[in-house]
């Protein structure tokens, strides 16, 4: 998980569409609160404007094309999932835990709380997770104090280094210093499932291969092929730890950089 930058400016169907959206599921909450939180009454959300073609298109760019949990690339047969941070339908504070209705509906079409995820971690993991240190605090709707919650979760438009909380040792995902948000984003998202270990451990395996090219280049400064070698395999390592690269996040925590 590396930072993601979101483009300022908000894609054209969050800021006509959306708002007036927001505004209507607000007006019916107030006109029926009982009614949604009991689960007699649902929501219904447009994905024509939050999963929108403008607002797929902006978190792919923001995003380099990868998952803004996992890092994978998402490819032009998955383009992925416009993820709701805060789950906008309902909401669960543990795997198993109660189930309250409604979720975070005020924030349907907001910009902030969109991303693009692939389908394991969307679908799979998270889901209607949003662990928070103190449930008590919770934001139930729209006249509630978002700001007043703690989550557990990490936000990686909002943190600055989210690879500072979450590290890397080979392919395997760790929380630095046991950090409690790092254990739960990790958890809640499976950062550490078999299948994305294989793909990590595959990357991490050549960039090892390209480290060990550069280490025997400086052991023999006379071999003039194999410094030709090194200098393509520094730059392929540099290229691994930008952001638009797979699994940049596994690559500085093992190979520097960040």
């Known amino acids: 998980m590396i930072h993601i930058r979101r483009h300022r400016k908000l894609p054209k169907p969050l800021s006509t569409k959306g708002k007036a959206e927001r505004a209507k599921l607000c007006r019916q909450y107030s006109a029926d609160a009982d009614g949604f939180r009991n689960g007699r009454r649902r929501f219904r959300f ?37 993820e709701h941070f805060r789950p906008k339908g309902a909401v669960r504070q543990e795997e198993d835990g109660e189930k309250l209705l409604p979720g975070y509906y005020w924030l349907a079409y907001q910009w902030g709380n969109l991303f693009l995820s692939c389908q394991l971690c969307n679908q799979r993991f998270k889901r209607e997770l949003f662990p928070l240190t103190d449930p008590s605090h919770r934001a139930r709707c729209h006249t509630d104090a978002v700001a007043a919650e703690t989550p557990l979760l990490i936000d990686p438009a909002r943190e600055k280094r989210p690879e500072a909380l979450v590290s890397f040792r080979g392919e395997w995902a760790f929380p630095v210093g046991n950090d409690a948000r790092a ?62 690269a797979e699994y940049a996040g596994m690559a500085r925590a093992n190979f520097g950089g960040g």
């Not at 998952?67 to 032009?76: D, H, R, Y």
């Open 46 to 82: 447009l994905r024509t404007i939050y999963a929108s073609r403008a607002v797929k298109q902006a978190l792919f760019e923001a995003q380099h094309g990868k998952c803004a949990f996992c890092e994978s690339k998402l490819t032009a047969t998955s383009f992925g999932d416009v």
């Open 183 to 244: 254990s739960a984003t990790i958890n809640c998202l499976g950062l550490n499932r078999a299948g994305l270990l294989e793909q990590r451990l595959q990357r991490y395996r050549y960039l090892l291969a390209l480290q060990e090219i550069i280490v025997a280049a400086r052991r023999y400064p006379a071999d003039g092929e194999l410094t030709a070698q090194a200098a393509i395999a520094e730059r392929r390592l540099l290229a691994a730890r930008r952001d638009r």
